[in-house]
């Protein structure tokens, strides 16, 4: 068993394999060539200009409405910092992203998970929360292809959000990284989209470019980019201007829009691949299977002991994450699969060796 | 006047014929081929690996020492927030960057200011504080042709600084950007080398390769360096892992030494210009012809008013920084002017309309 392949389940990232390479070079000759002094120069804050247009257009909104981050965690540490004081209220989704709920506890905020269901957020849940007192600043919420759980939130509930919303003053931070992998069914409109004055929209290039080119941006209302704009300025100055560059003339060959077919294709094929494999190794599981993005949430009997679990794995050199990583509680009994940066025959034996370790577990 | 070409002694950064773009072409091109994995994936927050092992190499410290950031004052502010709480003092240099003064303050930090001579600071009055009680966390010195006084410390006086750093028990945070851009004079140690211990240096890529890559570090005893990790983690992630890909090949190249070379000799010709230019045209001027980097500091007869010459200036298109950004009061008789960003030509027509602008103002 020394010798097996370590496989990974555990990080939200695409497998090289995936990712333009030949695409990011030639943008980079492009970007050099077609803008040297935009390029090599101190930037403003609000990020590289014909890039923050493109981003404004591709979202209706005026430049004035985005601001262009080192990556979408910045943008979100920004947004906090701006928005959430210490003691004040955050809703956020039972599971969430494990780097927002550490982000807003580090902050000291007083976070309120509200339960996640296969499609979205449980608004009648959050309604209760709401009438009996908490009076959020912001709602933290993941609509498509959530992470840790894969779930997207469907149309009627969009519309409710707003509604509760606007009735209860808060602000939604509509933290949308994975829109543009729907591998099956059909896009819904943004709640940005839908009410611009309400919501605050962050993305990035993360999963449409690569990780590691780091450019992430949010869109929102006027004066609250503006105050995020005064606290970028004094944390850098300027985000990376070769690398928004890079993003902007990757975007405009249309090199982004091939990636984008490319990664998805290949994830509806990993996701496939995850649910057959699962559903033939390991029937004790219930997920349901993404309509896009990274991410499957798979829960295992009541009193599975999937901290146990993990170390039987982390024996057949398999990763993934717990599902107490995304919860302040509980969830004891889930594990997140992400399937993005693996192939398909890794999937497979993947699966395999975490059947192998669920049935030492529980001597089934 | 109103055709009148804009000319700014301003903006502390390169002008654009200083920049070798084609160098930093190839270098993209270069990273994509030798590491695409590196450069496209996530990192971790202590930055691009081969590009951290070659700083610390030219620090002489283990890759341990040193964490990469988004541009150096991004390594600024997780220094202040790992060691600078509300209330805690400060010491930095009279006058000093307005960025620092502003992030200090910012965090309210009570900021000490001590004087700047033309070898560094007072070390007598720096004394003199900390004998009457205070007990600062840190001190910010900017060691090499200092911003905005161009000026340089002396090697006696980095020895007493760090005697009393250990006999008073700061840290000093050596902030030095522009070590590499010596065009006169002798190369002095860094404090870091003296005590590494003692000390936390910080410096970027901004000057030897190009602002716009955003490329910073820090380099510092190993716990406070695993503790602005954990802040950086939390902020970004990781750094940009496409700029730190080509700031790397760019120095394994030695494209960065030639970049440097082109640079220094560029700025020496310019000081030398500024410098005649304003011994010619406006013998009120007192100033200290710097020995490298962007700066030099200009002081007028006392009583000058420099906002009002700021004005007349700006109506004759003519850009400088005012004395008053670089501290907390007084000062309303100098002011700082930036070479780095005009060539000669520029420098000789802009002191000209400087002197325009001080005859009007003096009536002389």
């Given amino acids: 068993m020394t010798d097996l392949k370590p496989i990974s389940f555990a990080r939200g990232a695409p497998s090289l394999d995936i990712v333009d390479v030949e695409g990011l070079k030639a943008a980079a000759q492009a970007a050099f060539t077609a803008d040297p002094g935009g390029l090599t120069a101190y930037g403003t804050s609000v990020g590289y200009l014909p890039l923050r247009e493109w981003i404004a257009d591709r979202h209706g909104v005026a430049p004035d409405n985005v601001i262009v981050t080192n990556g979408s965690m910045q943008a979100d540490a920004f947004l906090f910092d701006a928005l959430v004081r210490e003691g004040e209220t955050v809703v956020v989704e039972l599971p969430t992203y494990d780097r927002t709920l550490l982000s807003l506890r580090g902050r000291g905020a007083d976070v309120r998970m509200v339960e996640l269901e296969p499609d979205g957020i449980d608004v009648a849940a959050l309604e209760r929360v709401l009438v009996a007192g908490a009076r959020p600043k912001l709602a933290h919420i993941i609509p498509n292809f959530q992470n840790p759980a894969g779930y997207t939130l469907c149309q009627p509930k969009r519309e409710r959000l707003l509604e509760l919303a606007r009735e209860y003053g808060f602000v939604i931070f509509e933290d949308d990284p994975y829109i543009e992998l729907r591998f099956s069914g059909e896009r819904l409109p943004t709640m940005l989209s839908m009410d611009p ?60 829009e091939r990636s984008v077919e490319t990664v998805k294709t290949a994830l509806a094929q990993r996701a496939d691949a995850l649910a ?60 997140r699969l992400a399937y993005a940066g693996v192939t398909v025959p890794e999937i497979e034996e993947g699966v395999a060796r975490l059947a192998d370790a669920y049935r030492e577990l529980t001597g089934a």
Avoid: H
């Fill in 276 to 335: 057959a494999a699962l559903a033939r190794e390991l029937p004790d599981a219930r997920f349901v299977k993404p309509e896009g993005g990274y991410f499957m949430w798979v829960e295992l009997p009541r009193g599975t002991d999937v901290a146990a679990l993990f170390t039987a794995a982390a024996a057949r050199k398999l990763q993934f994450v717990k599902g107490t990583d995304f919860v302040l509680e509980g969830y004891e009994s889930a594990l």
């Fill in 197 to 256: 004055e309400r919501v605050v929209y962050a993305s990035s290039f993360s999963k449409t470019v690569a990780p590691g080119i780091r450019v992430g941006y949010l869109v929102g209302p006027r004066a609250l980019i503006a105050q995020i704009e005064r606290l970028a300025t004094g944390t850098y100055i300027s985000p990376n201007m070769v690398a928004q560059g890079i993003v902007y003339q990757f975007a405009r060959s249309g090199a982004i």
